[in-house]
């Protein structure tokens, strides 16, 4: 059996689609003995199924690097 903090980071892994079929099938039979991790779990998925949902767009690197080079002149 799993503990509580491998099935965290087995949780991640899921999220981003890195984990292995075995992670998967050990983390939902750790989950079926773990209200805790039940609960985590639950939220994870909740909180990647918004994520993909809201469709983010994130700076080019250009005006990131631009903003930190205006923020370092500053100081």
Do not use: G, W
């Not at 509580?4 to 980071?9: G, R």
């Not at 209200?35 to 994520?51: M, Y």
């Amino acid at each position: 059996m799993k503990s509580c903090k491998d099935v965290e980071i087995i949780c991640t892994k899921i999220q981003y689609k890195e984990a292995s079929l075995l992670e998967k099938i050990k983390i939902k039979l750790h989950v079926l003995f773990c209200k805790t991790c039940k609960t985590f779990s639950k939220k994870n998925t909740e909180l990647t199924s918004l994520c993909s949902q809201a469709n983010i767009k994130t700076l080019p690197i250009e005006e990131k690097e631009k903003m930190k080079t205006e923020l370092k002149s500053r100081t």
